[in-house]
C-alpha cells in the first residue's frame, strides 16, 4: 500500500474510505477491515449487567461459564490448528468467524444456563480459530506485497483498536437509549456483535492468500515448550511468575469494573465509555512505557506495577463514591497492560531472539490457567460480597508483589 493512499485513508470521512477500500481491494486493507469487524464487541462493557439482569446468574455461575470457556480454548488450540495448516488461514478465519457469529446469536437468544455454555464452548472454537492465523495471514500478505511488516501491524493493531473504541459506547448507549427494553437491548448487543463477525468472515473471502508450506504453532503446544525455557532459568522463572500471577489477579478488574460503576449509579450508557477510556489511557502508557522503564529502571517499575494496582483494589472494596471508584478502575487495567511491554523488554536480556516468543507463549499460558482456576473462587466471594471480593484480590496482589518481587542481581568482581 502506498504512502499516498494511507495518508488519504487517515484524511477521509468514512464513506470515502470504504469506497476507497473497495477501489483499491487491496489484501492488507481488506485484512484491516476484518480487524475492524471482529473487535466491533458492542457487548464488551456489559457483559456481567447480561449475566445478572439478562440471564439472572449470580457471580459464581458466570465465572463458571467464563473458566468453561478458558478451559475450552487451551483445550481446543492444537486441533484448530490443523484447519489452517491443512485448508489455509483464509478458510480457519472464515469458519472461526462464522462460529463466533453463531455463538453471539445464541447469546443473544437463549437463557438456559447449559445453552449459554454450549455457546461459550463454540465460541471458544471460533476464537482459537481466528487466533494467530489473522496474525499469520497478514505477515504472508504485507510479504508478498513488499510493504514494511511493522508498519502493516501497526496499522492492523491500530484499525482493531478503533474497533473497541466505537463498539464499547455505542453498545452501552444502545443498552440505556430506552428504544426497547433493557433485557431486551442486552441480548441486542450481543446479535449485533454476531453481525459484525458474520461481516468480518464475509471480507476475508476477498483475500488472495498465497500458498504456504509453513504450519501454524498451536498456543498450547508453543505454551508449553515457552515453560520448558523459562523453567530452565533462575532468574526468567521469577520473572515469569511475577508476571503470570500478577496479571492473572488483575485480570478481574476487567470484569469487576461494570459492578463497581453500577454500584456507584451510574448510568449504563457510560459504562462504555469508561471501557474504552481505560483502553485509551493504557495505550498512552504504552506509548511512555520505554520512557517509564529507563528513568526508574526495570525493577522499581514492575514493583509500583504490581502493588499499586493491589492498594487500588482494596481502596474500592474499602470505600465508596465515584471518584476512588474510578481511580481504581484505571489504575489497575492500566497497569496491568503496562506491564506487557516490560516483559518484552526483559526478553532481551535473557534469552536469544529465537526463544523469545516461545517463552512469551509459556508465560501467558500459566497467566491463562492461574485466571481459569480463579474464577469459580472469585465468583463465590462475589456472590456473598463485591467488597470482600475487590479486598481479597487486593491483598493478594499486594502480598505477591512482595512475595515474587524483582531484585537486582549483585555484581560480580
Not at 11 to 17: I, L
Given at each position: 500500500m502506498s504512502?499516498?493512499?494511507?495518508?488519504?485513508?487517515?484524511?477521509?470521512?468514512?464513506?470515502?474510505?470504504?469506497?476507497?477500500?473497495?477501489?483499491?481491494?487491496?489484501?492488507?486493507?481488506i485484512l484491516y477491515l476484518f480487524g475492524f469487524l471482529k473487535n466491533l464487541?458492542?457487548?464488551?462493557?456489559l457483559s456481567v449487567p447480561f449475566y445478572l439482569h439478562r440471564i439472572g446468574l449470580g457471580y459464581g455461575k458466570m465465572f463458571i461459564l467464563e473458566a468453561l470457556?478458558?478451559?475450552?480454548?487451551?483445550?481446543?488450540?492444537?486441533?484448530?490448528?490443523?484447519?489452517?495448516?491443512?485448508?489455509?488461514?483464509?478458510?480457519?478465519?472464515?469458519?472461526?468467524?462464522a462460529l463466533m457469529a453463531f455463538s453471539f446469536l445464541a447469546f443473544g437468544i437463549?437463557?438456559?444456563?447449559?445453552?449459554?455454555?454450549?455457546?461459550?464452548?463454540?465460541?471458544?472454537?471460533?476464537?482459537?480459530?481466528?487466533?494467530?492465523?489473522?496474525?499469520?495471514l497478514l505477515h504472508e500478505v504485507a510479504s508478498n506485497k513488499a510493504n514494511d511488516s511493522s508498519e502493516v501491524f501497526s496499522r492492523y493493531h491500530a484499525f482493531s483498536t478503533a474497533g473497541l473504541f466505537i463498539s464499547f459506547p455505542l453498545g452501552s448507549l444502545i443498552a440505556g437509549s430506552g428504544v426497547m427494553g433493557y433485557e431486551a437491548a442486552l441480548g441486542f448487543v450481543f446479535i449485533l456483535t454476531a453481525l459484525s463477525f458474520a461481516l468480518a468472515g464475509m471480507v476475508i473471502l476477498f483475500v488472495r492468500e498465497p500458498f504456504t508450506p509453513s504450519r501454524?504453532?498451536?498456543?498450547?503446544?508453543?505454551?508449553?515448550?515457552?515453560?520448558?525455557?523459562v523453567l530452565r532459568?533462575?532468574?526468567?522463572?521469577?520473572?515469569?511468575?511475577?508476571?503470570?500471577?500478577?496479571?492473572?489477579?488483575t485480570f478481574f478488574m476487567f470484569w469487576f469494573y461494570?459492578?463497581?460503576?453500577?454500584?456507584?449509579?451510574?448510568?449504563i450508557e457510560w459504562f462504555g465509555f469508561v471501557g474504552a477510556g481505560s483502553n485509551l489511557g493504557a495505550s498512552l502508557l504504552l506509548m511512555a512505557a520505554p520512557k517509564i522503564r529507563k528513568t526508574m529502571g526495570e525493577n522499581p517499575a514492575l514493583f509500583l506495577s504490581s502493588l499499586l494496582p493491589g492498594l487500588l483494589y482494596m481502596a474500592s472494596g474499602f470505600f465508596a463514591g465515584l471518584g476512588i471508584t474510578l481511580l481504581a478502575i484505571f489504575g489497575v487495567t492500566m497497569l496491568k497492560l503496562f506491564r506487557a511491554p516490560l516483559l518484552a523488554a526483559s526478553m532481551n536480556t535473557f534469552l536469544e531472539n529465537e526463544h523469545r516468543a516461545t517463552a512469551l507463549s509459556g508465560i501467558s499460558m500459566v497467566e491463562r490457567v492461574l485466571i481459569a482456576l480463579?474464577?469459580?473462587?472469585?465468583?463465590?466471594?462475589?456472590?456473598?460480597?463485591?467488597?470482600?471480593?475487590?479486598?481479597?484480590?487486593?491483598?493478594?496482589?499486594?502480598?505477591?508483589?512482595?512475595?515474587?518481587?524483582m531484585r537486582n542481581e549483585p555484581k560480580r568482581s
Open positions: 504512502q499516498a493512499g494511507i495518508s488519504s485513508l487517515r484524511k477521509a470521512p468514512t464513506s470515502y474510505t470504504i469506497r476507497w477500500i473497495m477501489k483499491r481491494r487491496s489484501d492488507v486493507v464487541q458492542f457487548f464488551g462493557a470457556f478458558s478451559g475450552a480454548m487451551m483445550a481446543l488450540e492444537i486441533p484448530t490448528g490443523v484447519v489452517a495448516d491443512r485448508w489455509g488461514r483464509k478458510i480457519s478465519l472464515f469458519w472461526g468467524s437463549v437463557r438456559a444456563f447449559w445453552l449459554l455454555a454450549a455457546s461459550e464452548i463454540l465460541c471458544a472454537l471460533g476464537m482459537t480459530m481466528i487466533s494467530g492465523a489473522d496474525s499469520a501454524r504453532e498451536g498456543f498450547l503446544r508453543h505454551g508449553i515448550e515457552g515453560c520448558r525455557i532459568t533462575p532468574r526468567l522463572r521469577r520473572f515469569g511468575i511475577n508476571y503470570a500471577v500478577i496479571s492473572a489477579l461494570q459492578s463497581l460503576l453500577g454500584r456507584e449509579k451510574v448510568p480463579l474464577y469459580p473462587i472469585v465468583g463465590a466471594v462475589a456472590d456473598s460480597s463485591l467488597e470482600a471480593s475487590l479486598i481479597g484480590l487486593g491483598i493478594l496482589t499486594v502480598f505477591m508483589s512482595f512475595a515474587v518481587r
